[in-house]
C-alpha cells in the first residue's frame, strides 16, 4: 500500500436502533467518490448506545 491512510474525522454516540445501519450504508455508497467512509460500531460501555464515525480516506 502507497500511503493509504484513513483518517478519523469524527465520532459522535447515537442512540441504538435497529435500522442505524441503513443510513451508514446509504451515506458510503453516495459519497465514496468524495473520500469520505463512515462506519458504525455498539459502545462497549453502554450496550444501549452506538458510535457513529466519519473517516477521510
Not at 29 to 49: P, V, Y
Request: no cysteine; proline share 0%.
Amino acid at each position: 500500500m502507497e500511503n493509504d491512510k484513513i483518517r478519523l474525522l469524527s465520532t459522535v454516540k447515537v442512540a441504538k436502533h435497529e435500522d442505524t445501519y441503513k443510513l451508514v450504508d446509504a451515506l458510503n455508497r453516495t459519497l465514496k467518490d468524495r473520500d469520505l467512509m463512515f462506519g458504525l460500531s455498539l459502545d462497549e460501555k453502554d450496550k444501549d448506545q452506538m458510535i457513529f464515525s466519519i473517516y477521510e480516506t
